[in-house]
């Protein structure tokens, strides 16, 4: 069952916003900055800062959660503060970010997506092939995601404005229904039909 929102700040559901690109001209970033517009009234989004600190994943380094490397303890605290994590993120070479998967393997063993609302949006170029790839990533690891808290944005680009502001009318349509879903969901509001983890193979 998922968790009753933490509504930590102001009274507002907390939102962890991740980045799949570190680019600092990033339309990805863009995309979080237009929805934490959209969403100013009911969600406090925090923006993670440290995808291209963490250390790359190690099982060695991992066998013992206390002694976790402190980017790692970092990043585990500040999901599990979270009452949802929004992830918006670009895909590379038809695969998903090295950093962003190497991030998530760092909560493989901490489970801090398990029973985690997540919304995933990639916004790429194409995008289709790593937005598959990183739903079933997130799925296995149990995150609660809906078929309406995810979306590929194809063309990018020309669908989010450096201001932060969604200009295609489709594209800020889909996005209000993710945000919706989202807010569904963390607040436990209606029946969600959770997408099943793929089977493995
Ligand atoms: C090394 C590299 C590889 C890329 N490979 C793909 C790809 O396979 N599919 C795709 O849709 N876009 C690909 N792109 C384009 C990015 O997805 C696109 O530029 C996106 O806007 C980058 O996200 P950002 O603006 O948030 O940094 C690639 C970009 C780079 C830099």
């Known amino acids: 069952m998922t968790q009753p929102p933490l509504l930590t700040h102001n009274n507002k559901i907390n939102i962890l916003a991740i980045s799949g690109s570190t680019r600092a001209q990033s339309s990805n970033l863009d995309l979080i900055k237009a929805i934490a517009d959209l969403t100013a009234d009911r969600f406090s989004i925090t923006i993670f800062e440290g995808l291209s600190v963490l250390p790359h994943f ?3 380094l991992d066998l013992d959660t206390e002694n976790a490397p402190p980017a790692v303890v970092n990043f585990r605290q500040q999901l599990q503060a979270a009452d949802g994590v929004l992830i918006c993120t670009p895909e590379y070479a038809v695969g998903v970010p090295g950093t962003l998967k190497n ?11 398990s029973q985690k609302p997540v919304a995933l949006i990639t916004a ?13 990533t997130l799925l296995i690891i149990e995150s609660k995601i809906t078929d309406e808290m995810q979306l590929v944005v194809s063309s990018v680009k020309t669908k989010v404005s ?4 969604i200009t295609d009318p ?3 349509f889909q996005v209000n229904k993710l945000i919706h ?3 569904d969901v963390i607040t436990g509001n209606g029946v969600p039909v959770y997408l099943p983890a ?3 193979r």
């Open 58 to 60: 190690n099982p060695d």
């Open 103 to 113: 991030a998530l393997d760092w909560t493989v063993s901490s489970m801090d997506f």
């Open 124 to 136: 790429a170029t194409s995008g289709i092939t790593a937005h598959k790839a990183l739903l079933g």
């Open 162 to 165: 450096k201001a932060g502001k």
């Open 170 to 172: 489709d594209t800020l």
């Open 181 to 183: 879903a989202f807010t």
């Open 198 to 200: 793929p089977s493995a």
